[in-house]
């Protein structure tokens, strides 16, 4: 067994024993301060530079003076221009005032227009130092420009980094705009992905003879049981609550009722030997009436990463308050992924629909989930007949 292993080293992380982590050299670790560090270094290398070329002729009180003026004039003038794009980013949050932020205005305008504590500290400094320059120099713009542009370009560099330095952009809202700009790399996108190709195109397309799909499975179980399906595709329930109960009867008062399940989908997965696969089936009696026989059979479920998330959620881990301050952003983007995933596979986009609603009332009530399916069902059967399907 012994000589069968390559004599290299093995590529492992190994845990130290104060809780560290020692990577080895082909698997990234966690980031460091370099960056910082190297920036803090420039910002002095900058501010030397200033007070250099500002001092030739001059008193030593005099170029100093103008270093601190200078820069003071600059972090104004770059932190007034954020808070102008902060302004442009507010008008956009106030289009979406009720489903963001639950029609609270104010809340609209502390998450666009909140700065961090070191921020607000570095900026009412530079205000009064600029009220200082203001009230000690008869001509403020003329003498920023008194010494020529090198050290006032110096100072605009120094200035541009100390406020980098300072996370000058941080608010909610910028997190959020982030977030919706990472191409796949945010939460919601990764759990769509996962979600797509960890279930969705295992359980819905055909392939070949060798594994039948999602419609071939209904037309079996329709076949077994004498019933028919009028949509031969499977719902997957979104709910903006992100709260999905382990039988979908308790959401639709009990208007559906479990019914037996399709044949199963058997694979060999990440080491685990014939995992299972199956989808659920529902008749839902309609208005709740069960004593008739006027059923409506329709394969559905709940998307189950998001209710993986619920539970995060309902958990205090490192992240958890994160999670729920930005859980309708998380949900959105998982939905908007999702869909577009699925519409861009062929073989896809006709086995599967997504039903992405609030599912409380304007009173507090928890809507009816057989509704909103028999809703659906209604539309794509419409659909269905208006081009001859």
């Known amino acids: 067994m012994a000589s069968a292993i390559d ?152 200035s541009m980094i100390i406020l980098r330095l300072i ?10 705009l982030k977030v919706s700009q990472m191409k796949g790399l945010d ?64 959401a639709s008062y009990y208007w559906m009722e479990s019914a037996k399940k399709l044949e199963s989908v058997v694979k060999h997965r990440a080491g685990v030997v014939h995992r299972t696969y199956h989808n659920s089936v529902y008749k839902i009696h309609p208005s709740g009436q069960r004593g008739n026989d006027s059923k409506v059979y329709v394969i559905t479920e709940g998307a189950t990463p998001l209710l993986t998330f619920y539970e995060v959620l309902e958990h205090s881990d490192k992240d958890s308050s994160s999670y729920k301050e930005y859980k309708k952003e998380i949900a959105g983007s998982f939905y908007r992924t999702l869909r577009h995933i699925i519409r861009s596979k062929p073989e896809c986009r006709d086995l599967c629909e997504l039903i992405y609603y609030e599912d409380y009332d304007s009173d507090g009530k928890k809507v009816n989930i057989a509704e909103i399916l028999l809703e659906k069902i209604d539309e794509q059967t419409s659909l269905a007949s208006h081009y001859g399907q």
Not at 167 to 173: F, P, Y
């Open 7 to 158: 004599c290299t080293e093995l590529q492992v992380v190994k845990e130290l024993r104060g809780g560290g982590l020692l990577y080895p050299k082909n698997i990234p670790g966690d980031r460091g301060n370099t960056a910082m560090i190297t920036q803090i270094i420039l910002i002095i290398l900058l501010m030397m530079l200033c007070a250099y070329y500002a001092s030739r002729n001059r008193d030593l009180n005099d170029y100093i003076k103008y270093c601190v003026y200078c820069t003071a004039s600059n972090i104004i003038l770059i932190s007034l221009c954020n808070f102008l794009m902060r302004i442009t980013n507010l008008f956009e949050e106030l289009r979406h005032v009720h489903a963001r932020y639950d029609d609270k205005i104010l809340k609209v305008f502390a998450v666009a227009l909140e700065y961090n504590t070191l921020c607000i500290i570095i900026i009412a400094v530079c205000i009064l130092s600029l009220r200082a320059m203001i009230m000690a120099v008869e001509n403020p713009i003329m003498f920023l420009w008194s010494h020529g542009p090198k050290p006032y370009i110096c100072s605009l560099l120094s």
């Open 167 to 176: 996370n000058i952009d941080e608010s909610r809202l910028d997190t959020v």
């Open 187 to 250: 939460y919601g996108s990764g759990m769509a992905y996962s979600y797509f190709y960890g279930y969705l195109n295992i359980v819905l397309p055909s392939v070949g003879d060798e594994k039948k799909g999602l419609y071939e499975n209904i037309k079996v179980y329709e076949s077994q049981n004498g019933v028919e399906v009028p949509v031969k595709k499977l719902f997957i329930l979104i709910p903006t609550s992100l709260q999905i109960p382990p039988n979908l009867e308790e």
